[in-house]
């Protein structure tokens, strides 16, 4: 299951690329930017601000969604039992579903439409929620992105078990990883992960030469200290065939769509971190040698 398809991205890769997201996350990282990517099923979302009580939701599912006095409704989302039923009922896009289930022909059909943009060494990025938590369907989307000869890389926690990993290698161009943190307690607190399951599939995935790219998500009262950031560069710097570092500053974009499930952003309002923050970091790692940048 996909929730977006991004064309003309020029992020997350090198060229113009075409840009899955792949709904499910093993994680439940506390400043999540994407919150409707980690279910694995579908996501009722309501923006109440483009509410226009026609009613239509109502009628199409008077059981789970009730209107409340002060205009706007109520959604029991425990409740709905088959969410994919409410797509397209609501005419002003407040109610919307996320999620959507393509098979891997339909998604090659999709990608296929955008081939003639991938010069210059452009092509296909897979990202989520965790692309390599959705098994064989991905292995045979790798396949034939391969035997069509475009490039792939695929944005991940790692987050998963090893053999997930291994099948991709050999159909995957680059792996942009995201690391975001050594230090396990720490880890543990703020993603209910295990951070040395990542490390270690991050060790054996270098080892196995594959093009790597490590990501940090530079987060405030997580990993945003001098000896943090030090000690995650270090790791890396220990790495085989790691050369280049892209450190990507917290942002508060997704705040909203934590309202829109009828979530509470619980990570409390951190302040944006602010690009001339990271010029620290970014020396210490250009000093250990590697090539660095500030976002995706």
């Keep these: ?68 006095k002060n205009n706007g409704i109520q959604i029991n989302r425990e409740l709905i039992k088959k969410p994919e039923k409410l797509k397209n009922v609501c005419a002003s896009k407040a109610l919307t579903i996320s999620g959507e289930s393509k098979s891997v022909d339909e998604l090659l059909a999709e990608i296929e439409k955008d081939t003639p943009f991938y010069q210059n060494g452009g092509g296909v990025t897979l990202s989520g929620g965790e692309p390599l938590s959705h098994g064989e369907e991905l292995i045979t989307l790798l396949q034939k992105l391969k035997e069509r000869n475009i490039n792939v890389n695929i944005e991940t926690s ?21 690391l975001k943190h050594t230090d396990k307690d720490k880890f543990k607190s703020f993603t209910q992960g295990d951070a040395g399951l990542v490390m270690d599939n991050l060790i054996k995935l270098t080892d196995s030469e594959t093009h790597v790219i490590v990501r940090i998500p530079v987060i405030p009262g997580f990993n945003f200290s001098e000896n943090e950031m030090k000690q995650i560069i270090e790791f890396v710097t220990s790495l085989k065939n790691v050369n280049e570092i892209h450190f990507l500053p917290y942002h508060t974009y997704g705040v909203e769509k934590y309202k829109m499930l009828g979530l509470n952003y619980t990570f409390g309002n951190k302040k944006q971190i602010q690009d001339s923050e990271l010029l620290p970091f970014i020396q210490y790692a250009q000093s250990k040698g590697l090539k660095t940048k500030i976002g995706g």
């Excluded at 994680?27 to 026609?54: A, G």
């Excluded at 790692?158 to 680059?174: F, H, P, Q, S």
Aim: aromatic share 14%; glycine share 6%; charged share 25%.
């Design 158 to 178: 790692l987050y998963v078990n090893w053999r997930n990993v291994d099948k991709c290698i050999g159909l995957v161009n680059t792996f942009l990883v995201d």
């Design 1 to 68: 299951m996909i929730f977006n398809i991004q064309r003309f991205s020029t992020h997350d890769g090198d060229g113009i690329r075409t840009v899955i997201f792949y709904k499910g996350c093993p994680l439940r990282c506390l400043w999540c930017s994407n919150p409707e990517s980690q279910s694995f099923d579908y996501s009722v979302m309501y923006d109440k601000s483009r509410c226009k009580n026609f009613g239509d939701c109502i009628k199409a599912d008077n059981k789970t969604i009730t209107r409340i």
